[in-house]
């Protein structure tokens, strides 16, 4: 059996982010040494050609083993961001927009993973799909060439990333979104770019039956639902808290804590522009509600579909992320 060898990101993790990281002689893209250890799990290796072959999948790369029969992939750096860049962005979109993704997901894997343990990444952890070579596509894996080792910055450190499909017009604050002290530049601020999306705007309903199941888990004293309101909107827009209305009582919950017990699929967003009740015809008793909306995720950091949309404007890759993360700027890793 063979040890992984430390990454190049437990090298990192010692390091003071003060210090360039070039005048260390770690600075530069494209450096084949870049390599991340992502754990795949159990199962036959064969090895193949610049690769090897796992659960009937082609990787690139080396792999190891570990004592508990675990799978590392030894892989690339821009080897793995060529397989999951295409899983968060569609590699028929602009080029620019790519690029953006490219460098976004870069920082995104870099601050997620973990040097300490004898692997630095698990996909799923990220909610990232990796399955190899067969999810590589040429216009995605080009626009992770081009972008090869770059990373955003801001100040000293590397700028924290995050981001969602659709903004639906307004973008969030990380500090909104999920507390903690405001980041500089992860702020709430209009979007004028993502208005292509399918999910700028969308409007659901929800049974009556589904509602009052939430409400008997979160907050069975206020009896059976008589109506639902979103509130204490934040700068964006977005409900931080819902008021669910029962017989006996009011009881108002997070938002965020609403959406994940409905369903995250079945309310897109929190940018909720309207909710009416659908009441029984003849009795009035409570069926659910309507719910009209815009927007798909989080809305925090990058907007995808505003990539696109800027992209597409004629927008560069440093032109979209210098929009939504305003005051960063494009370094190395
Ligand atoms: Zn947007």
Same mark, same amino acid.
């Given at each position: ?127 990232? $799909?990796? @399955?190899?070579?067969? =999810? ?6 080009? +626009?992770? !060439?081009?972008? /090869?080792?770059? #990373? ?97 009582? $009011?009881? @108002?919950?997070?938002? =965020? ?6 369903? +995250?699929? !079945?309310?897109? /967003?929190?940018? #909720? ?61």
């Amino acid at each position: 059996m063979k040890v992984p060898r430390r990454s190049f990101l437990g090298a990192l993790a010692g390091l003071a982010l003060a210090t360039p990281l070039a005048a260390q002689g770690l600075g530069g893209g494209g450096d084949r040494s870049q390599a991340l250890r992502v754990l795949l799990g159990r199962g036959a290796v064969d090895p193949i050609p610049g690769g090897f072959l796992f659960g009937g999948r082609r990787y690139r790369g080396s792999y190891s083993i570990l004592a508990d029969g675990r799978v590392i992939n030894e892989v690339d750096f821009d080897d793995y961001l060529a397989s999951v860049v295409p899983s968060e962005m569609s590699a028929s979109w602009p080029a620019a927009a790519l690029e953006a993704q490219a460098i976004c997901s870069r920082g995104f894997i870099l601050a997620r993973s973990d040097p300490n343990r004898p692997y630095d990444l698990v996909p799923s952890e990220l909610a990232q $799909v990796y @399955r190899g070579v067969e =999810s590589e596509q040429p216009a995605s894996t080009a +626009a992770v !060439r081009r972008t /090869s080792g770059m #990373v955003l910055r801001y100040a000293h450190g590397f700028a924290q990333i995050e981001y969602s499909s659709c903004c639906g017009g307004y973008s969030e604050s990380s500090a909104d979104a999920w507390g903690g002290a405001p980041i500089p530049y992860l702020v709430a601020h209009p979007c004028p770019y993502c208005i292509g999306s399918p999910r700028f705007r969308w409007r659901t309903d929800l049974l009556a039956a589904d509602l009052d199941a939430v409400a008997e888990r979160i907050a069975p004293q206020v009896g059976a639902l008589q109506e639902v309101r979103f509130t204490d909107l934040d700068r964006s827009g977005r409900a931080r808290s819902v008021a669910l209305h029962g017989a006996v009582g $009011v009881a @108002r919950i997070p938002a =965020s804590r609403f959406r994940i017990d409905v369903g +995250a699929r !079945r309310i897109p /967003s929190l940018l #909720v522009r309207r909710e009416t009740a659908l009441l029984t015809p003849g009795t009035q008793a409570f069926a659910g509600l309507h719910i009209e909306g815009r927007g798909l995720g989080h809305g925090v950091g990058l907007c995808q579909w505003g990539a696109r949309g800027y992209a597409l404007a004629g927008g560069s890759a440093q032109e979209i992320l210098s929009f939504y993360f305003v005051g960063t700027s494009i370094g190395r890793i």
